[in-house]
T-cell receptor
Framework: AQTVTQSQPEMSVQEAETVTLSCTYDTSESDYYLFWYKQPPSRQMILVIRQEAYKQQNATENRFSVNFQKAAKSFSLKISDSQLGDAAMYFCAYRGPQGGSEKLVFGKGTKLTVNP | GAVVSQHPSRVICKSGTSVKIECRSLDFQATTMFWYRQFPKQSLMLMATSNEGSKATYEQGVEKDKFLINHASLTLSTLTVTSAHPEDSSFYIC???????????FGPGTRLTVL
């Protein structure tokens, strides 16, 4: 079974600084999808960024970027120029290949605090 | 963008009663809906996957007779917690997906408290 591990229960960053959240996963598949979701205090899940495993290029969305290391099964999220609104729980998630299991497997999450 | 709503947002019930939670896709037809449970300070755990017009597929350890899921239309799925007990108190989140599309759109969640 696929597993997703987030080894940092909590992280903090100063406003305007950069922070990296770690995620590792385990799968025997060669094709899959990886995601980072943000869950603010409202509890609404918000997609931050996604990465297709077949793409070598790391995904980027404005201040958010990933470091995808397929061989190492690592998928870290970098938040640049951190803002107060970035404070939230961040979940790393895995989804198998298209046509297979559609379910998302989530890590346990990292609580990010942004200090003014 | 794709919007998913849940109703109610909060519900408090007595032990032994049943509670129904609705999940609606407001501006798209959801061929697949997912139900998750999230305990305080924990991650989302998938309970079941439901496809429109067919029986839900439950994850291991989830009692199908206790958590009844109905996906009768392309815009509505319901989760009924039968004979609720205090240990069923949790945050329940649904998500919806269009067939052939990768993204799941999440609802805002329902907080269930069983007294």
């Amino acid at each position: 079974a696929q597993t997703v591990t987030q080894s940092q229960p909590e992280m903090s960053v100063q406003e305007a600084e950069t922070v990296t959240l770690s995620c590792t996963y385990d799968t025997s598949e060669s094709d899959y999808y990886l995601f980072w979701y943000k869950q603010p205090p409202s509890r609404q899940m918000i997609l931050v960024i996604r990465q297709e495993a077949y793409k070598q290029q790391n995904a980027t969305e404005n201040r958010f970027s990933v470091n995808f290391q397929k061989a190492a099964k690592s998928f870290s999220l970098k938040i640049s120029d951190s803002q107060l609104g970035d404070a939230a729980m961040y979940f790393c998630a895995y989804r198998g290949p298209q046509g297979g299991s559609e379910k998302l497997v989530f890590g346990k999450g990292t609580k990010l605090t942004v200090n003014p | 963008g794709a919007v998913v709503s849940q109703h109610p947002s909060r519900v408090i019930c007595k032990s032994g009663t049943s509670v129904k939670i609705e999940c609606r896709s407001l501006d798209f037809q959801a061929t697949t809906m997912f139900w998750y449970r999230q305990f305080p300070k924990q991650s989302l755990m998938l309970m079941a996957t439901s496809n429109e017009g067919s029986k839900a597929t439950y994850e291991q350890g989830v009692e199908k007779d206790k958590f009844l899921i109905n996906h009768a239309s392309l815009t509505l799925s319901t989760l009924t917690v039968t004979s609720a007990h205090p240990e069923d108190s949790s945050f329940y989140i649904c998500s919806a997906r269009v067939w052939g599309h990768w993204e799941q759109f999440f609802g805002p969640g329902t907080r269930l408290t069983v007294l």
